[in-house]
């Protein structure tokens, strides 16, 4: 597997719905943690998988060419 890192700097559309979901779960669990551990910098690291998974864009997936997007699902609308 190689990895394109000219591909990481275009975002497009690679994170379907169900891996969307997951990511806001992942997101919400860190920032929970990280309010009842008073760590700002995992609260940061919460708000960016947040920030990732509403904009259904993964700079991973962009450099492996990988896409969990199914047939008929919508880009986000920004």
């Keep these: 597997m190689s990895f394109d890192f ?3 700097t275009k975002r497009e ?3 379907g719905n169900k891996d969307q979901q997951m990511r806001l779960a992942g997101a919400a669990g860190i920032m929970i943690i990280a309010a009842i551990i ?8 919460g708000l ?3 920030a990732l998974a509403l904009l259904k864009w993964c700079p991973v997936y962009s450099g ?6 199914t ?3 919508s880009p986000p609308p920004f």
């Design 6 to 8: 000219s591909r990481v």
């Design 13 to 15: 559309f690679n994170v």
């Design 38 to 45: 008073e760590n700002g910098v995992l609260m940061l690291l």
């Design 48 to 50: 960016g998988v947040a």
């Design 64 to 69: 492996t060419g990988k896409t969990t997007v």
């Design 71 to 73: 047939k008929g699902e």
